[in-house]
């Protein structure tokens, strides 16, 4: 009888990464959530597991909505039908321990809801919160799609009130932070949901403003054909659906659009709320330092979530338009009625961190060259160069270098492959030349030349800073 | 018809802090995150759920054992039993989905072996990798013991063969992590299995090592009488009982447990393999600059594990010996004998942090003085004052500084009630008088003291470096 060895494959839908790719795929988490960070958001950390009474709350809400029951307005719904499983996406990850029915979250805005109902009285609002985690969903299984993926979030709760000058805060963070991601230029589309309803109701068509927002949510996706025809299918007149195509396509700089819209003389006021909240959050953004060159209105951009109320967002990178909105949100009116009677409206951005590395990475845009997050590889050529090296080891951690130190008791040859392989940007060798000299040899790649030099073990960290060569 | 709202409580064992509480949680985390680095550990992510052939492959192996299969040798195993569920922590939170049996991960170590064997070409070994993520196990829901909480762990990994010089370096970590973590005086006990194992065959109890080790691991625990009682049950006599004793109380410096142990004239190979492993370990840990008052051997630390196989370690807080180890970890002959036919010897420790937080913050150790991680509030006073401020916010961000502006609009009097509770370390107040006059209001503890200066936004930066108040 023989042992069989269990399938150490991870899971499909799963992520895992190489170390190389580990440090690339940390480097850019790090930075998004240094960038939250600036803006004055403190980091959250909620259970991964929530009671499923809890996670199905909002699905709750909106059946009890739709048997007329009054007090309550729809909530936010985006349930994926996993067609396979015959369950929706959401639902997946479900089980029972200790007699309590629970479940893997499937986002962190559930989360944040069930936070900010439960510990209320503990948090002075207007609360900013971000939160970088991983959520699970039953995810068909295919390229590119994960049951297990890191959601970063930022939202601003306000209790009661919360000024809409937030909602130009959010699209200055996105701004700041895809700068500093450097994956190209980028453009935040910005639509207020106000604008598009209100035009709806202007259009005598208000009793179908969740069917048409989905519609035009699919723009980009269908034909011109298609989505006039999904239209009339849901019974606009010809004079109503081009009306919207009108509007939708208003195109220029974000001051020709403000002045185009306000010449449309449509005076439905959740019209000119959208209208004149459009106008507040751009001068705004202007105030922030957002370079004009970066953010557009786009009168198309409806998300398709009705859970959003006013302003909208989505990120596009400009050479990769493919790869969809690589960060979105947007303002609601009300984040945890589920859970409270509070009135908590906020606004808010996620990014898909798990499928962006993913797309960046297929498209050669992530090169992943560093392959250990040590600075420097100290290597003792014999046994008895071990406490050389150690004490030169701990004499660069304390000037602030990460160290690996080579005490495997292998041939020359062996630790120069290690360190060829590790590939940190400096090297330092230690044999019995330099035991005798106390003159290390310090190894490192300048302008694609490979420079020796010695050095003593005082002078190292000088010597490895002056060389510019640190990343 | 009313619609209940689901409780909000997080579940039976589950840990959520308040952000204050966040943010020291978080502080730890990335001081152990650091120090992990500054010894070439590079960070792995696996996912969160495994198979469960995965999961429970080693028991399997041990089962296997058990029946009589050769060729393996036991592994590793510390199920507690959950009385009440009548299932092991290990086997909780278990689910089916896809048609694969998986479940959440109990430990990093498991994930580790696993991700050892599959990725084994294309790692660079000694591979050392840090990991610090959230495990979870059917704890007993009662005070201090969790079902969600953080490992954070290192190990390296060797190829074949893993120097012994490694088993100094993981506790000169614990020495540099703990020093820089500030948590009072700690002690880190050493041992090695050889040596008792050893010890256990000079006596000819070789059969009995594992039970004999697991009542040493509990002598803290138990009374002398019990002590005793429990090693005649197993079958020892009064001499051999003796000698043990003897042996484990061997109290002293470094060097005079070493001489004893050598005076003791026990020629069992394996003894002096572990006698030679201490006096290496400890010789090693001088030269990497570990305090001689920072580290004992203590030869009754056992670790109920009998997956240790030499080096053995622990952590005392020593003005909190009740707390138990903190932080333990040792030697082992091979990780992923379950997953793979390479031999992947390796020597870690881990940190059950969410754990140690939660003791240290019971025992008042933890402050949390710090309610945001905005350096800096910016009020602007009026909501004409917004486009300042948020100019102002956007220069102190670039800057360095961590900045949170009060966007709402509410009386001057509810803004500073924000600023009084979020207490960050610096506040700038705007209004119509700091807008004419170009000077903003600056204000800041300093000495206990109220201090307020003005200064132009150009300015403001610079003076708020030079108040030294920033944390």
Do not use: W
Not at 259 to 287: C, P, R, W, Y
């Amino acid at each position: 009888m023989s042992i069989e060895k269990p399938n150490t494959r991870v899971l499909p839908g799963f992520m895992e990464l190489l170390p190389e790719e580990q440090i690339e795929f940390d480097r850019i988490k790090t930075v998004i959530e240094a960038v939250f960070k600036q803006f004055g958001f403190t980091a959250l950390d909620t259970p991964a597991i929530e009671r499923v009474a809890v996670l199905d709350a909002k699905k709750a809400t909106k059946k009890a909505v739709a048997a007329g029951v009054p007090g309550e307005t729809p909530a936010p719904e985006s349930v994926e039908e996993d067609a396979a499983a015959g369950e929706t996406a959401k639902q997946a990850y479900r089980f029972e321990y200790s007699g309590v029915e629970q479940g893997l979250r499937f986002d962190l805005t559930v989360p944040l809801a069930r936070y900010s109902a439960e510990h209320f009285n503990d948090l002075t609002f207007p609360f900013r919160r971000c939160h970088s985690a991983k959520v699970y969903r039953g995810e068909k299984a295919q390229k590119g799609r994960f049951r297990e993926f890191y959601q970063c979030d930022i939202d601003v709760i306000g209790h009661n009130e919360l000024s809409v000058a937030y909602d130009a805060e959010i699209p200055s963070v996105i701004y700041f932070l895809f700068k500093k991601l450097d994956f190209g230029k980028f453009t935040i589309r910005l639509n207020n949901r106000k604008a598009l309803s209100g035009l709806l109701d202007h259009l005598d068509v208000k009793s179908k403003t969740k069917e048409v927002l989905r519609i035009i949510d699919k723009i980009e996706k269908i034909s011109a054909d298609e989505f006039n025809s999904s239209l009339r299918d849901l019974g606009l007149s010809e004079a109503q659906i081009s009306t919207l195509l009108d509007f939708i396509h208003i195109k220029g700089s974000v001051n020709d659009i403000l002045n185009q819209l306000k010449a449309l003389g449509i005076t439905n006021s959740l019209f000119m709320d959208g209208i004149n909240e459009l106008e507040t959050v751009t001068s705004l953004m202007h105030d922030m330092g957002v370079e004009d060159s970066y953010y557009v209105i786009d009168l198309s951009v409806a998300r398709g979530l009705d859970y959003y109320t006013g302003t909208v967002y989505e990120t596009i990178l400009d050479d990769r338009e493919n790869l969809g909105s690589v960060c979105s949100g947007g303002r609601y009116d009300n984040l945890a009625e589920s859970y409270t009677d509070e009135k908590l409206p906020g606004v808010g951005i996620s990014i898909g961190l798990t499928r962006l590395f993913y797309q960046l990475r297929e498209a050669g845009l992530i090169p992943c060259s560093r392959k250990t997050i040590a600075d420097v590889i100290i290597v003792p050529f014999e046994n008895n160069n071990i406490p050389t090296a150690l004490r030169v080891s701990n004499k660069l951690r304390i000037e602030g270098f990460n160290v690996d130190v080579l005490l495997e008791d292998t041939p020359v040859k062996e630790k120069l492959q290690y360190v060829g392989k590790k590939d940190a940007p400096f090297a330092v060798l230690i044999g019995s030349e330099e035991e005798e000299s106390g003159l290390m040899m310090l190894r490192f790649v300048q302008d694609k030349k490979l420079v020796k030099k010695t050095a003593a073990i005082d002078d190292l960290a000088a010597c490895m800073r002056n060389s510019n060569v640190i990343r």
